[in-house]
């Protein structure tokens, strides 16, 4: 029997997930000051996960950036007298 794919790959699990554990949900709502320790457990708010991107540049960055460049000139060379 052959290994599935996604189970090879030591960070393969590590990719965004939707649902969040128990705990983390609780983790959440205390950064966001809405559970207490005296709260029940069940039956728990939802809360909103959302994937960043941190690391991605819009369409507009990139416009701006081609548009803002500076442009070096190198200096040429001189002619010997």
């Known amino acids: 029997m052959s290994i599935d794919p996604s189970l090879k790959i030591k960070g393969a699990l590590s990719r965004h997930r939707n649902v969040l554990t128990r705990a983390e949900r609780i983790d959440k709502l205390k950064e966001e000051e809405r559970w207490s320790e005296d709260d029940s457990?069940?039956?728990?708010?939802?809360?909103?996960?959302?994937?960043?991107?941190?690391?991605?540049?819009?369409?507009?960055?990139?416009?701006?950036?081609a548009a803002t460049e500076v442009i070096v000139e190198t200096p040429k060379p001189e002619e010997d007298k």
Do not use: M
């Open 41 to 65: 457990l069940l039956g728990l708010p939802k809360v909103a996960h959302r994937k960043s991107h941190a690391g991605r540049k819009d369409a507009e960055d990139t416009d701006k950036e």
